[in-house]
């Protein structure tokens, strides 16, 4: 194969590039990271799937071969893919409005779910559309998580309270449990409150204990990593020995043993057409995760991912999810996490990963019969907390009104309507406060700063400036929303400055102008010509210009076009004093 060849097949099968350079090293490194996240998945993996209203073995089913295929398709050499705890509420919100949880209706909606997802996310890396990151500002996002886990986490009370708790949103969770405050489990109680009192005290105060103690920080934070691990082998066994099922516990009961088995998912199944949106949803709250855990751990180590690309693995990754039975995957925080900490070198980690995981469904899935549900529902609650962060509601607060209110929107919708109609609510608001904030663009008639060829806002800089020029910034692409805005911003200045003899357009942030913000500076021209006004602009990008060459504005226009707003400003005195007979207009400042 020749080397071009050969390198138009390494941007879609990354592979084929850091394949090339394996060795013992990496593979040594590898394998510590695998045997690592491995301890991590199984419980994790367990968790989720129950949170997605699916049997335990579908989440171990979704942690195996996404894997294999993220590690052939994707960029990162550290991401993790597999179930999380976001994309698993979102699939449960999803198919339970079109199926029973645990039926087969509800399984064969969330494989089919997962193969949708997939799908458009691979049409969308094809396409070339890793931009779809930027419709969620971070902010949205942060809110969106925070809201997300504060459902996630009150869904899964009830499962340590031993009672049923059911609705989308917290207020309908909040009223479920309050219904069954009667209820209560006392066993269940225990064993859960203890779980779950056990894993908060492992996140905060194991590894302080274990430094204290002398332990060298990396053992230390593997250990306290392996708490959700102790707390299943721990509780598995108590289950076991004290038979807390016949005492009314609820436990996981019966795991099929096993490798997936290839699914071909009914692509003619009735529910794709309500599960559509959901899908699309999915599949960019996903992506957006996916990439910034990715971007945030390849920056550690001066690496790249490829967004695009990213996309074709995320999508690969979901398809293979679907045909082996699983349900939609993203790239795991905390997971991701726990492969960079652990030392993970390439995405073999992930291959080595997969295989430790499918070894636990071979031989251990019998022992899984006495887990209880308490214990995953602990997992989950802890896990999900870390994402819970209301302060940002705070830091957007200072720094400014329109994010503030896009992550409040974005907070309140998602825990009063559920998260579907949140996170579609946050891409609405985000862009709906772009198009207003763009649609008012900041204007600032500018003068020269004394000394220099700067022109600065007269309302910021002592400068000096003349009563006949008004020299006027535009901090705005000029389209068809705030064309409107400009025309009149501009008149209103005139009337302020009826001696106005020149108007100075500085369009050094005018990036593009399209069909309706040039037709207004027609008629700007057009108005100004008719009141003895010149119309000039400055510092035009050569972009703009070559557009504007296509058209007649350039020929009609009044005034000149300069390469900038110093010569633009002395050439216009120039031909306003020879105009006065060589009498200098005076300066003002």
């Known amino acids: 194969m020749t080397e071009p060849a050969l390198n138009g097949l390494k941007r879609y099968l990354p592979i084929l590039d850091w394949g090339r350079r394996y060795d013992r090293q990496a593979l040594a490194s590898d394998g510590l990271a695998a045997v690592i996240v491995t301890m991590l998945l199984i419980p994790q993996s367990l968790a989720y799937a129950m949170l997605a209203g699916l049997p335990a073995e579908m989440g171990l089913f979704a942690s195996m071969l996404p894997l294999v295929a993220y590690a052939i398709f994707g960029t990162s050499s550290t991401l993790s893919v597999g179930p999380v705890a976001v994309v698993s509420l979102m699939t449960a919100s999803a198919v339970g409005q079109i199926a029973q949880p645990g039926s087969s209706a509800y399984i064969e909606a969330a494989v089919l779910l997962a193969l949708m997802s997939g799908g458009m996310l691979l049409l969308f890396g094809l396409l070339r559309m890793g931009f779809l990151a930027n419709f969620l500002s971070h902010p949205v996002i942060a809110g969106f998580i925070t809201a997300s886990g504060v459902i996630i986490a009150v869904n899964q009370v009830g499962h340590v309270l031993g009672v049923r708790a059911g609705g989308d949103n917290l207020l309908d969770l909040l009223l479920s449990l309050a219904g069954q405050a009667t209820a209560l489990h006392l066993p269940t109680v225990l064993l859960g409150g203890a779980t779950l009192l056990f894993l908060l005290w492992v996140r905060s105060g194991l590894k302080p204990l274990l430094l204290w103690l002398g332990m060298p920080d990396f053992g230390a934070d593997l ?30 009961g019966q795991v099929d043993s096993g490798m997936p088995e290839f699914v071909v998912p009914a692509l003619l199944h009735p529910a794709w057409r309500e599960l559509l949106v959901s899908a699309l949803l999915i599949s960019i709250i996903g992506f957006v995760e996916s990439v910034s855990v990715g971007h945030t751990l390849a920056a550690r180590r001066r690496q790249r991912i490829v967004p695009d690309q990213e996309l074709i693995g995320l999508g690969a990754s979901n398809i293979a999810a679907a045909f082996s039975g699983g349900f939609p995957v993203t790239g795991g925080f905390a997971r991701s996490i726990v492969n960079f900490d652990a030392g993970a070198a390439t995405p073999a980690a992930g291959i080595i990963a ?142 302020e400055r009826p001696e106005t003899r020149h108007v100075i357009l500085m369009c050094t942030a005018v990036n593009e102008i399209d069909l309706s913000a040039l037709e207004a500076l027609e008629s700007i021209n057009r108005q100004l010509r008719e009141r003895d006004i010149s119309l000039h602009l400055s510092e035009v990008k050569g972009p703009v210009m070559d557009v504007l060459r296509h058209t007649h504005f350039l020929e009609d226009l009044s005034g000149k076009v300069f390469m900038s707003q110093h010569h633009a400003v002395k050439h216009v005195m120039t031909v306003e004093d020879e105009a006065r007979g060589g009498q200098p207009h005076n300066w003002e400042i």
């Open 223 to 252: 250990l306290t990593r392996t708490g959700p691990v102790l707390a299943v082998i721990g509780t598995t066994v108590i289950a076991w020995w004290l038979d807390l099922g016949a005492r009314g516990v609820a436990l996981v």
């Open 354 to 495: 997969a295989a430790g995981i499918a070894l636990a469904a071979l031989f251990f899935t019998p022992f899984l019969a006495y887990l209880p549900n308490a214990t995953l529902a602990a997992t989950i609650i802890v896990a999900v907390l870390s994402l819970v962060d209301f302060s940002i509601l705070k830091r957007t607060w200072d720094y400014g009104l329109s994010d503030f209110i896009a992550v409040a929107i974005t907070i309140g919708v998602t825990l009063g309507l559920g998260v579907e109609i949140g996170v579609a609510c946050g891409v609405l608001v985000s862009l709906a406060l772009h198009l207003y904030k763009t649609s008012r663009p900041h204007m600032a008639v500018v003068g020269e700063v004394p000394g220099t060829e700067h022109y600065r806002n007269v309302e910021r800089h002592e400068v000096i400036t003349r009563s006949d020029i008004m020299s006027l910034r535009i901090d705005e692409s000029l389209y068809f929303a705030n064309a409107s805005f400009v025309e009149s911003r501009l008149y209103a200045l005139l009337e």
